[in-house]
């Protein structure tokens, strides 16, 4: 039969592994202007280093359609169009986004459960590069609490424009 050691402080053990895990946190947020040259941008799709954590927030859907456009879909429920900007900076889209009024806190007393928070959103920038993409040609449509911005590509020097060719005289 194992014997069991009664007199282990598993609670006192815990508490230390927590520390050195903030420790250890603490150190890699030090390090990490050196560690990574991009630390403190973003390097697309919501990865953000300025805090030495990654999050993605809003949800959101990348991808690319069979005739080269890319298109990004953002998850923004609780979100006012009105509230909500993209803009091109270089080669990345920067979203914006203000949480509505009352969205944040709950109308009337507390929550039973809380599944989603919307807040501000901020200089969100995901990469969409201008040599690739024709950014001035970008559309975005909001509906149903779902941004979709489609950019199409730029066109190849072998597409150019086709010009019609008519017959002289009409």
């Known amino acids: ?3 069991y050691d009664r007199g282990f402080d598993f609670g006192g053990t815990l508490e230390e592994f927590i520390q050195m895990a903030r420790e250890f946190g603490a150190k890699m947020k030090n390090m990490a202007p050196d560690m990574d040259p991009f630390y403190g941008n973003c390097c697309g799709a919501g990865f953000r ?4 954590q990654a999050y993605f927030y809003p949800p959101a859907n990348i991808y690319n359609k069979d005739d080269g456009s890319i298109v990004l879909e953002f998850a ?4 006012d169009e009105s509230g909500v900007s993209v803009s091109f900076q270089g080669d990345y889209l920067v979203l914006n986004a203000k949480a509505a009024a009352g969205s944040a806190e709950g109308e009337e007393g507390r929550f039973s459960r809380r599944g989603f928070r919307p807040r501000d959103i901020e200089r969100q920038k995901y990469r969409v590069p ?6 001035e040609l970008a559309k ?5 609490g779902v ?6 590509p730029k066109a190849g020097e072998g ?3 086709k010009i019609e060719i008519v017959k002289e005289g009409k």
């Open 159 to 161: 597409s150019g424009i």
């Open 140 to 144: 975005a449509v909001f509906k149903n």
């Open 76 to 79: 923004l429920a609780g979100y």
């Open 130 to 135: 201008a040599e690739d993409y024709a950014q």
């Open 1 to 3: 039969m194992a014997h």
């Open 49 to 52: 280093h300025d805090r030495w």
């Open 147 to 152: 941004l979709t911005v489609t950019v199409p």
